[in-house]
């Protein structure tokens, strides 16, 4: 009886460690420009998030449309936070030798991140093969998380049941009207193929987006649906939020 205890309680530390371990997949582009624009993953929004990953203990692998280098870009002043870790051997070895999706196996993971920036409006959100990874890690009972412009990935996932990943959903994403009045890489959004908000708001998501007025209220950036394992930030800076947050939903999914 002792033995078949120990046994038991062997089983379920075990259990619990694997748990702990799974990866976290982030999806990030091949497409390095848009227009006569450097673009890609925004620097800021794949860095923070990979370095909490892996700071809290998870293996992080990250996933491109055709695998291989990722298209990363920073604008501006790059802090020394930052800096380092763009220079952090493993995120340089992880960034430059991305998975192709036949490479990704759902078990294994935790959670999926999508970061911001332009370029995966050109590649990731028709990529058939990484929404089908999206919602098979998702339907696992995985974390979903997105940064910025990264909840544009999200309008092409359909679930098992064929519904959009997104509906019913409480999220948030880069405001329209911020892509109007700051992003002269996609010329201000001429240069996109459709307007985020408006096709999230089409597939039935539940979608909170601040105003130039509102911008600070973090209700309004920070949207976590705890009930659907979803956390959105709406900008850039969101990015670290995000993480944290997904991180949190990870080990309270692993309490179950």
């Given amino acids: 009886m002792k033995n078949a205890i120990l046994a038991l309680l ?80 493993l995120f340089i070895q992880r960034t430059k030798n991305t998975l192709a999706p036949d490479q990704i196996k759902t078990s294994d993971y ?61 999220i948030t994403c880069f405001p329209h009207w911020a892509e109007l009045q700051f992003m002269n890489i996609s010329q201000y959004g001429k240069l996109l193929p459709f307007d985020m908000e408006e096709v999230l708001a089409r597939r039935g998501a539940n979608l909170i987006v601040c105003s130039k007025d509102n911008r600070s209220n973090k209700e309004l950036t920070h949207v976590v649906d705890a009930t659907n394992r979803i956390v959105t930030g709406a900008f850039a800076t969101s990015a670290q939020w995000v993480a944290e947050l997904m991180v949190e939903l990870i080990k309270a999914s692993n309490r179950k």
Avoid: W
Avoid at 33 to 38: I, L, P, T
Avoid at 118 to 133: P, S
């Fill in 10 to 89: 062997l089983v379920t530390l075990v259990y619990a460690v694997s748990a702990q371990q799974k990866k976290i997949l982030i999806v990030s582009t091949n497409v390095d420009s848009v227009g006569n624009s450097g673009s890609g993953t925004y620097l800021m929004e794949i860095a923070y998030p990979f370095q909490h990953f892996t700071n809290s203990g998870y293996e992080v692998d990250i996933v491109t449309p055709r695998g291989g280098k990722a298209a990363i870009y920073h604008v501006g002043k790059k802090a020394d936070e930052l800096a380092q870790i763009e220079k952090n051997e």
């Fill in 110 to 170: 935790a959670a999926i991140f999508y970061p911001g920036g332009h370029g995966q409006y050109f590649d990731v959100i028709d990529d058939e093969r990484i929404a089908t990874l999206a919602a098979g890690i998702y339907e696992r009972n995985g974390v979903l998380g997105t940064a910025g412009h990264g909840a544009a990935s999200l309008i092409n996932i359909r679930l098992s049941n064929c519904e959009f990943l997104v509906k019913g959903k409480t």
